[in-house]
Structure formats: structure tokens, C-alpha cells
T-cell receptor, first 112, second 113 residues
Framework: RKEVEQDPGPFNVPEGATVAFNCTYSNSASQSFFWYRQDCRKEPKLLMS???SGNEDGRFTAQLNRASQYISLLIRDSKLSDSATYLCVVTPTSGSARQLTFGSGTQLTVLP | NAGVTQTPKFQVLKTGQSMTLQCAQD?????MYWYRQDPGMGLRLIYY???????DKGEVPNGYNVSRLNKREFSLRLESAAPSQTSVYFC????????????FGQGTRLTVV
């Protein structure tokens, strides 16, 4: 079983739609959680960190469920510019150099 | 605002050739990483370095060596390239602490023929 698993998609949604992605992780000792965004043939960039209490940044909401070992990302009012691959990232241990473990990514295409 | 700089951006090698991928960051980060990204596989950690002078293996270290030359630079060497090493390679860096963001270079697209 992969340490971090995501539905690869693709998710094709119309502009204005709400879309949600889930990501499951296998290591219950995981410390920190993130969502990164990767545009086609570009480097990943941090979208948002995921906190235990959940957090929101504009149209984006991230949730963490430690009991079930999954994190989620909700995008409301989708824009064409949201089209990208969304990577779930987990850090198995704390410490000075973290082994960031990436999911394979979920591809989102927002259609006009 | 250079951030993380990788060179080269593209490279074609013949099987058995060697090369070094260079990475430098100007953010005074302690931690640096090398990943490879293959279709459907996501990013897999090759090696990482917690600080100058230390390196550790990641998930897929075979066929690679690294050098943390100083705090700024972390290079990845392929001693004898194989077609299985055809991939996109990303260097990243981060400050100390579990919640800090990792910043990535633009990637090196390597093809081994």
C-alpha cells in the first residue's frame, strides 16, 4: 500500500462548481499535512497547510481527519485558473529534515 | 528572487554516461531535497540533506549520489545513466520545522537513450 494515496482523476468540472479531493495516508505517526498545486510541466507550489482544526483560504478549505487518516481539499466556485494537479503531501516524522511524502496527484480541469 | 535554481533544465544522455545536476538556493534553508517525478508515480524522494555535511537516502537512492557542498548547494550525480532514470528531477529546500513550506526548483527534464 502506498504511504499516500489520491484519486488520480481526472476531475472535469464546469466553472463555478464545487469539487472535493480526498487523500489517505497510511502512517498514523504523520505529523504535518499540506496541499501543493502543480501546473503542467512546472514545479509544485504550496497551496495550503492542513491543520487539525481545518482551515480556509478564500475558496479553498482543507480538513484533516486523524482518526480515519485522510485529508481533504474543497474548492468552491471553481475558476478556469484552478485547472492543475493537486498533490497531497504528508510528513511522516518531525525533525529538521522532513521526508515529504507526496501522493501521485489529482488532476483537475475546470471547463468553461 | 531566485529561490531554488536548478541546472540544466533539459538534458539527453546516452546509457552509461555520467552527469551532475546542480541545485542552489538563496533562502538560507538548512534542508534540501532531490525528487524524481514519473507519470503516475508522483514525486519520489531520492536523497535529502538536513544540513551542510549531512545526507540521507530517500525512497529511491539507487543509481544516484549526492553532495551537500555548502549550505546553498546540493548536487545530484548519475554515475552511469540508465533508461530507467529518464524522469523529471526536482530540487527543493525548506527551513527547519515541520510546518515550513518546501520550495522547488523548476526541474530538470532528463532523457537517457
Amino acid at each position: 500500500r502506498k504511504e499516500v494515496e489520491q484519486d488520480p482523476g481526472p476531475f472535469n468540472v464546469p466553472e463555478g462548481a464545487t469539487v472535493a479531493f480526498n487523500c489517505t495516508y497510511s502512517n498514523s505517526a504523520s505529523q504535518s499535512f499540506f496541499w501543493y498545486r502543480q501546473d503542467c510541466r512546472k514545479e509544485p507550489k504550496l497551496l495550503m497547510s492542513v491543520y487539525s482544526s481545518g482551515n480556509e483560504d478564500g475558496r479553498f478549505t482543507a480538513q484533516l481527519n486523524r482518526a480515519s487518516q485522510y485529508i481533504s481539499l474543497l474548492i468552491r466556485d471553481s475558476k478556469l485558473s484552478d485547472s492543475a494537479t493537486y498533490l497531497c503531501v504528508v510528513t511522516p516524522t518531525s525533525g529538521s529534515a522532513r521526508q515529504l511524502t507526496f501522493g501521485s496527484g489529482t488532476q483537475l480541469t475546470v471547463l468553461p | 528572487n531566485a529561490g531554488v535554481t536548478q541546472t540544466p533544465k533539459f538534458q539527453v544522455l546516452k546509457t552509461g554516461q555520467s552527469m551532475t545536476l546542480q541545485c542552489a538556493q538563496d533562502m538560507n534553508h538548512n534542508s534540501m531535497y532531490w525528487y524524481r517525478q514519473d507519470p503516475g508515480m508522483g514525486l519520489r524522494l531520492i536523497y535529502y540533506s538536513a544540513s551542510e555535511g549531512t545526507t540521507d537516502k530517500g525512497e529511491v537512492p539507487n543509481g544516484y549520489n549526492v553532495s551537500r557542498l555548502n549550505k546553498r548547494e546540493f548536487s545530484l550525480r548519475l554515475e552511469s545513466a540508465a533508461p530507467s532514470q529518464t524522469s523529471v528531477y526536482f530540487c527543493a529546500s525548506s527551513a527547519t520545522g515541520s510546518r515550513t513550506e518546501a520550495f522547488f526548483g523548476q526541474g530538470t527534464r532528463l532523457t537517457v537513450v
